[in-house]
Each structure stands twice: as structure tokens, then as C-alpha cells.
């Protein structure tokens, strides 16, 4: 599955590695499934999960000012 963001001349799929800033040492993977973040009910949608800690964070509009693939 692959998500198409025209606006930022983005493509992730499935299982990229991403950085969310330039100079940021984190690595997170991209997924796309039902997820549960911050106490909530699970979701179905695009999400992000540390490489290192496992924690998980939803994909979201401000993270793709800044979000670099890089695998």
C-alpha cells in the first residue's frame, strides 16, 4: 500500500524508514493499520512506530513538512 502526498512531492509506503527532522537521530517505520495512541480507541490509518522503543505515533499533516525517507 502506498500513500501519494502531491502537495509535498512525498510517496511512503508500507514499511519505509523515515526520520521526522532533518538532523533527528530517531528512526520511525511507516504502517498502515488499526493503531491505538494516547489513551485512545484504536484507529484505522497511517501511523508511525520508533525503530528503537516500539512507540507509536499517527501520521500526521505537520509530519510531512519535515519527514525524510530513508530506506
Partial sequence: ???IIPDYDITLHEGDTVRLG???TETWLVHYG????GG???VCGWFLSNTLTQAVKPLQYTD????YVIE
Avoid: K
Fill in 1 to 3: 500500500m502506498e500513500l
Fill in 22 to 24: 532533518r538532523f533527528d
Fill in 34 to 37: 488499526w493503531y491505538a495512541w
Fill in 40 to 42: 485512545n480507541r484504536p
Fill in 64 to 67: 510531512l513538512e519535515d519527514i
